[in-house]
Antibody, heavy 120, light 108 residues
Framework: QVQLVQSGAELKKPGASVKVSCRAS????????IHWVRQAPGQGLEWMGW????????KYAQKFQGRVTVTRDTFINTAYMEMSSLRSDDTAVYYC?????????????WGQGTLVTVSS | EIVLTQSPGTLSLSPGERATLSCRAS???????LAWYQQKPGQAPRLVIY???ARATDTPDRFSGSGSGTDFTLTISSLEPEDFAVYYC?????????FGQGTKLEIK
């Protein structure tokens, strides 16, 4: 079955960077885009961007342009989301999710989430 | 950027009742790319409806989606205890995506 397994929780200081991984299994990694979505405590879902694992092409929400970089390693079926210049309001659970072109690019499978806490 | 506005913010109903959740877009969107997700506390979201009206795998038939243009609706015909959760609509454009702010469906 499809699985997206994310790296563990992170505690970072303001101004630092964080890199979250998302390891995929159960399907052909390069066939589906991987999206990143975050959720601040008690808040809603916020789309951050996607990567096409086949080509490496990326798209980001305007809010995250220049501060977020999404990459992938096709040899180990893993996508990464790196965020720099962290602020306290970046404290959130970060999810990776796979979209399915057959289901109109909806996000059909999600990772378990990675809590990133930014605090001095 | 298209903004999705969901209403109501909170909906209080009893099991067995009908739930109607609304998602309004700031401009017309392709219904093919409108989805609904369910999220329970401490869990990742789960896809419920895609393409505005198609049920995802394992979504019970009491869930239905409808709408086009700027107005979309998620209907749960007869609420079961496990349906009480937060629901988000999402639109996916050619190179971007956005979520509504969510509707919390709570037990009355």
């Amino acid at each position: 079955q499809v699985q997206l397994v994310q790296s563990g929780a992170e505690l970072k200081k303001p101004g630092a960077s964080v890199k979250v991984s998302c390891r995929a299994s159960g399907y052909t990694f390069i066939d589906n885009y991987i999206h990143w979505v975050r959720q601040a405590p008690g808040q809603g879902l916020e789309w951050m961007g996607w990567i096409n694992p086949n080509s490496g092409a990326t798209k980001y929400a305007q809010k995250f342009q220049g501060r977020v970089t999404v990459t992938r390693d096709t040899f180990i079926n893993t996508a990464y989301m790196e965020m720099s210049s962290l602020r306290s309001d970046d404290t959130a659970v970060y999810y990776c999710a796979r979209d399915d072109p057959i289901m109109a690019a909806a996000l059909t499978d999600w990772g378990q989430g990675t809590l990133v806490t930014v605090s001095s | 950027e298209i903004v999705l506005t969901q209403s109501p913010g909170t909906l209080s109903l009893s099991p067995g009742e009908r739930a109607t959740l609304s998602c309004r877009a700031s401009q017309s969107v392709r219904s093919s790319y409108l989805a609904w997700y369910q999220q329970k506390p401490g869990q990742a979201p789960r896809l419920v409806i895609y393409g505005a009206s198609a049920r995802a795998t394992d979504t019970p038939d009491r869930f239905s989606g409808s709408g086009s243009g700027t107005d979309f609706t998620l209907t749960i015909s007869s609420l079961e205890p496990e349906d009480f959760a937060v629901y988000y609509c999402q639109h996916y454009g050619t190179s971007w995506s956005s979520f509504g702010q969510g509707t919390k469906l709570e037990i009355k």
